[in-house]
């Protein structure tokens, strides 16, 4: 029996860090490949789900990061995925110009992962 998930608002930056959650990167099995299609007044892009085992991105997690964490998280629309009291799943957003919501960041820790906990906290943002 799999324990309910919980998605409720993050309170702080310090949840993340005590959580393991270090935005270094991600890895992945699939990419998405973008297709750019112009034509009399249109332009469309198609993005199609294909395979690359073994894609792994890595960047730096330095002061300014953690600072505009900290930034984002403090606007109230940034949410966790909690098993119980563990914090295993975020999705930090931010309201940018024209009222539009951006996704700055959604991660869900690897043992929890393939269980639509994703899922949960974006339609938790679309609310």
Known sequence: ??????????????DLAASGFLFTGYESEEVYAAAKQETDGRTSITLTLVARPGFVKRWGDGTADRQ?????????????????????????????WNDT???????????????????????????
């Open 68 to 96: 505009r964490r900290r930034e984002v998280i403090a606007q109230g629309l940034s949410f966790g995925a909690y098993a119980g009291d563990e914090l295993v799943g975020v999705a930090l957003m931010e309201r940018r």
């Open 101 to 127: 919501l951006h996704v700055e960041d959604i991660e869900v820790m690897p043992a929890h992962r393939g269980r639509g906990i994703g899922r949960l906290l974006l339609d938790k943002a679309v609310e």
């Open 1 to 14: 029996m799999s324990t309910p998930m919980d998605i409720r608002p993050l309170a702080r930056d310090a």
